[in-house]
């Protein structure tokens, strides 16, 4: 069965604080590994890997897919509060001539002052 | 802001009821995907369309179907509705494969 999982389950945190959040999968014909930010409502783009060894940044946050060992980490350096959230993980594959996209059931990371 | 229009924002119905939910993709995405989410359940894929056809079908229920128009937008219909329905229902658009997923702000279905 096709899976994404998310470790740890809840993270709390204080401000200053460096945390990696981790995203393992089992899919076959992987396409894409995504990472997105859930506050209050929407989901939030962050990354997008494709490529295994390449790390992808953005201000204080950054990612790396490793496509042997089938996972993904996503680093938060210098956490705030405003980095309180779910971090959701999604990997889209394909299979004949349909894909899917699914998730993971997310990190919530709290960031207390 | 995502670009992506969901209507209604909640929704509060009774058991046995229809509903139809409503979803506006970003400009020039042919791609829509729904999704379920409930606390315990996470994120769950429903159903996805391309310039108006199905290309893939997750754990929808046969009580739940979609379909997206000439104009892109997308409906979910839910019918025959059940307690354990009541959960926030996103849509999300995009381009194509090499482009993430941009989310609607999701309809709050409660079913009294």
């Known amino acids: 069965e096709d899976k994404v999982v998310q470790s740890p389950l809840s993270l709390v945190v204080h401000e200053g604080d460096t945390v990696t959040l981790n995203c393992s999968y089992e899919v076959t014909n992987f396409r894409s590994l995504l990472w997105y930010k859930q506050e209050k409502k929407a989901p939030t783009f962050l990354f997008m890997l494709?490529?295994?060894?390449i790390e992808k940044k953005s201000g204080r946050l950054s990612s790396i897919l490793d496509k042997k060992e089938l996972f993904s980490i996503l680093n938060i350096t210098a956490t705030q509060t405003g980095d309180s959230a779910v971090y959701l993980c999604a990997v889209e594959y394909h299979r004949g001539s349909q894909g899917n996209l699914i998730f993971g059931k997310g990190t919530k990371l709290s960031v207390k002052p | 802001d995502s670009g992506v229009t969901q209507t209604p924002k909640h929704l509060i119905t009774a058991t046995g009821q229809r509903v139809t939910l409503r979803c506006s993709p970003r400009s020039g995405d042919l791609s829509v995907y729904w999704y379920q989410q409930s606390l315990d359940q996470g994120l769950q894929f429903l159903i996805q369309y391309y310039n108006g056809e199905e290309r893939a079908k997750g754990n929808i229920l046969e009580r739940f179907s979609a379909q997206q128009f000439p104009d892109l937008h997308s409906e979910l219909n839910l019918s025959s509705l059940e307690l354990g329905d009541s959960a926030l229902y996103f849509c999300?658009?995009?381009?194509?494969?090499?482009?993430?997923?941009?989310f609607g702000n999701g309809t709050r279905l409660t079913v009294t």
């Open positions: 494709t490529s295994s060894g």
């Open positions: 999300a658009s995009r381009q194509g494969h090499n482009s993430p997923l941009h």
